[in-house]
């Protein structure tokens, strides 16, 4: 009995000093980033098997007040909402509303060549539709309060860049168009409909449509970094990006997200498997995109992926399927970006997993 004591001692204490070893790995890697304790900063999670197992803040949420971020902040997340919306299309797609394979013309018969482009082309960013954030007239909307349909009439009429299909084209513009035809079979708001069938299913309360007048408890405040120094981030109306980058979240509620995915609490798996599925071209080549996920891989290993950079914040998550391990980052300063961290952060786990 006593050396078998001593053995579960020893054992349990070499994972201690493991987990230890890779926790300082991991804030030295994060610290020769984020440098300035007292500028802003980032947050960070590891999780494995659906627990956090890692989760940290470094720098500040809020300049003007000496607010410190912590690992309850709210960030604004940018184009990683395009999950949300390709997940609220497949929900859609469960309840008989709609089918990938549909012409977008089914339900904007407006739509310039819409007989020819389906919704699947918009999650896959194959459409060929121009993106909105290359036009030079954004900067006459960004401040604007714009409804679905005219930021869809903002962008329509411009000439196709490609057939659909023809080739991968990352577009926030077709991930717009997918917010507008959510909203048209639903019959709410994309607001509505996200909250209602994924932020309160998976008990995301810390999850928004982005507001900067709302009073949101923990906010993170967004910054730029100029020559003189920081300032506040630029404003833009959240009706712009829209479906393709209006959401915030925390550190927290992402892995409730995650978990939901995982869990099947919000759709079927068979139904699921479409947004972490390699779609192909219309001359048979695959590419690395799902349904609102880039589908990469990490020494061969099969992973998740997917960033998001709006005014004032970036962000980034990796999830590992085979090993259940999900890595997410996100900055309150577009100077400062957790993608490469994300990713050596998601490498360094996968192998000191492999090495236990």
Avoid at 14 to 25: G, M, R, T, V
């Amino acid at each position: 009995m006593l050396r078998l004591f001593l053995l579960c001692f020893i054992v349990l204490l070499s994972f201690d000093i493991n987990a230890q070893h890779l926790n300082q790995k991991i804030d030295s890697l994060i610290q020769s980033e984020f440098k300035e304790n007292n500028g802003p900063g980032g947050v960070f999670l590891i999780a494995k098997k659906g627990k956090p197992i890692y989760e940290k803040a470094f720098g500040m949420a809020n300049l003007e007040l000496d607010a410190k971020l912590n690992t309850n902040s709210v960030f604004q997340i940018g184009s990683m909402t395009k999950q949300f919306t390709a997940i609220a299309i497949l929900i859609l797609e469960e309840q008989g509303k709609l089918k990938v394979s549909d012409p977008i013309s089914k339900y904007i018969p407006s739509y310039p060549n819409g007989n020819n482009i389906t919704i699947h082309h918009l999650l896959t960013h194959t459409s060929g539709i121009k993106d909105f954030t290359k036009m030079k007239a954004l900067q006459d909307i960004a401040q604007k309060e714009m409804t679905p349909e005219q930021m869809v009439d903002f962008f329509k009429s411009e000439p196709a860049d490609f057939v659909p299909g023809e080739k991968f084209e990352y577009n926030n513009s077709g991930y717009v168009v997918l917010g507008y035809i959510i909203e048209l079979v639903s019959g709410g708001t994309y607001e509505d409909f996200i909250k209602k069938n994924i932020f309160d299913k998976a008990e995301m309360a810390d999850s928004y449509y982005a507001s900067d007048r709302k009073i949101i408890k923990n906010r993170a405040f967004g910054y730029h970094k100029k020559s003189s120094g920081y300032v506040n981030k630029t404003v833009i109306n959240f009706s712009v990006p829209f479906s393709s980058g209006s959401l915030m979240s925390t550190l927290g509620d992402m892995l409730k997200w995650q978990n939901a995915l995982n869990q099947n609490l919000l759709l079927s798996s068979k139904e699921e498997t479409k947004a972490f599925t390699k779609y192909k071209l219309n001359n048979g080549q695959e590419i690395e995109y799902g349904y609102g996920w880039h589908l990469k891989n990490i020494n061969g290993i099969s992973t998740l992926e997917h960033g998001g950079s709006i005014f004032g914040f970036k962000s980034m998550a990796v999830y590992i399927p085979s090993e259940d391990i999900y890595v997410l980052g996100f900055s309150n300063c577009d100077c400062n970006s957790p993608t490469q961290l994300v990713k050596d952060i998601a490498k360094m786990t996968l192998e000191n997993d492999k090495t236990k």
